[in-house]
């Protein structure tokens, strides 16, 4: 008997890949590149959606506070993407994986035809073991950065897309904490986690607040729009805190770890 090949989407927000002034967390980075490299070796295969690139070019064009103007955000995002892609390579490089960058709006996602090359790019890439790098197109995406008409809200519901189109078994979103909760844990310190959740329904929004971490801009309903998506079309989604990227191991290996939205069969 052959080992089960997973396709597994892996998506990391900004407050995962920074630290607490803004730049890049080195470690964070060198630890996704082994554990991704490690899990693919096992025989999966892997796509990372990955965030930040605002937070982290803001840093190095040397900004004295975070970007309000379009204009500059976009510039940010330029900079900051081309420094996060020299990071994953560079670290992905260190275990013998190449890695490709796929930058999306959501034009991307509405034209049939695009969405089709979109797929297509996928299955060749992950054909090839080459790892797709995935974040949203800031630097000519207005949208995506601070419109009303937002779809992806900092690539959580970009991560359920790519993991549709990629017909993935799995969705793995790692936030800055440890799974969903019945009240924000933030706020109060008798929330308990919800280990499970059937499905995805007006009371489980309810539960949602605000947007979370001051350095990304997805709260806990982005996730849950996610998760909604995605276990409806089979997908399982689980949600967890990417402060600790090993527990994507025991993840890979069926044990609880966070919130487990079940994909809907």
Same mark, same amino acid.
């Given at each position: 008997?052959?080992?089960?090949r997973n396709r597994?989407?892996v998506k990391?927000?900004?407050?995962?890949? %920074?630290n607490?002034?803004? $730049?890049?967390?080195?470690?964070?980075f060198e630890?996704?590149?082994?554990?991704?490299?490690d899990?693919q070796?096992?025989?999966?295969e892997v796509v990372?959606v990955s965030s930040g690139?605002?937070a982290?070019?803001?840093?190095k064009?040397r *900004?004295? $506070?975070?970007?309000? !103007?379009m204009?500059?955000k976009?510039?940010?995002?330029?900079?900051g993407?081309?420094?996060n892609?020299?990071?994953?390579?560079?670290?992905? &490089?260190y275990y013998?994986k190449?890695v490709?960058?796929? *930058? *999306?709006?959501a034009d991307d996602?509405?034209? !049939? !035809?695009k $969405?089709?090359?979109?797929?297509?790019?996928?299955?060749a890439?992950l054909?090839?073991?080459?790892?797709p790098i995935?974040n949203?197109?800031?630097?000519?995406s207005?949208k995506?950065i601070e419109s009303d008409?937002?779809?992806?809200g900092?690539?959580?519901?970009?991560s359920a897309?790519?993991? @549709?189109l990629?017909?993935?078994?799995k969705?793995?979103i790692?936030?800055?904490?440890d799974?969903?909760f019945d009240?924000?844990?933030?706020l109060?310190k008798?929330a308990k986690l919800?280990s499970? @959740? !059937?499905?995805v329904?007006?009371s489980?929004?309810? *539960?949602?607040g605000?947007?979370g971490s001051r350095r990304g %801009? &997805? &709260?806990?309903?982005?996730?849950?729009?996610?998760?909604?998506?995605?276990t409806?079309?089979?997908?399982?989604?689980?949600? %967890?805190?990417? $402060?600790?990227p090993? @527990?994507?191991y025991?993840?890979?290996?069926?044990e609880? @770890?966070?919130t487990?939205?079940?994909?809907?069969k």
């Amino acid at each position: 008997m052959g080992i089960k090949r997973n396709r597994i989407v892996v998506k990391v927000g900004t407050s995962t890949l %920074t630290n607490d002034l803004g $730049k890049s967390n080195l470690k964070k980075f060198e630890d996704l590149a082994l554990i991704l490299s490690d899990i693919q070796n096992m025989g999966n295969e892997v796509v990372l959606v990955s965030s930040g690139a605002i937070a982290v070019g803001a840093q190095k064009m040397r *900004l004295t $506070k975070k970007p309000t !103007e379009m204009r500059m955000k976009q510039a940010a995002a330029a900079v900051g993407q081309c420094e996060n892609m020299f990071l994953y390579d560079k670290f992905f &490089g260190y275990y013998n994986k190449t890695v490709a960058q796929i *930058l *999306l709006n959501a034009d991307d996602i509405r034209d !049939e !035809e695009k $969405k089709e090359n979109l797929a297509n790019t996928f299955e060749a890439l992950l054909e090839q073991e080459i790892i797709p790098i995935v974040n949203e197109n800031d630097s000519v995406s207005y949208k995506e950065i601070e419109s009303d008409d937002k779809i992806f809200g900092d690539n959580d519901m970009l991560s359920a897309v790519v993991a @549709v189109l990629c017909r993935a078994d799995k969705l793995i979103i790692l936030s800055d904490i440890d799974g969903f909760f019945d009240k924000d844990p933030r706020l109060f310190k008798n929330a308990k986690l919800i280990s499970r @959740v !059937e499905k995805v329904d007006d009371s489980t929004y309810n *539960l949602a607040g605000g947007a979370g971490s001051r350095r990304g %801009t &997805g &709260g806990m309903r982005t996730k849950l729009q996610a998760a909604d998506i995605a276990t409806l079309q089979g997908i399982d989604v689980i949600v %967890t805190n990417g $402060k600790t990227p090993h @527990v994507l191991y025991d993840i890979i290996n069926g044990e609880k @770890v966070g919130t487990l939205f079940v994909a809907q069969k």
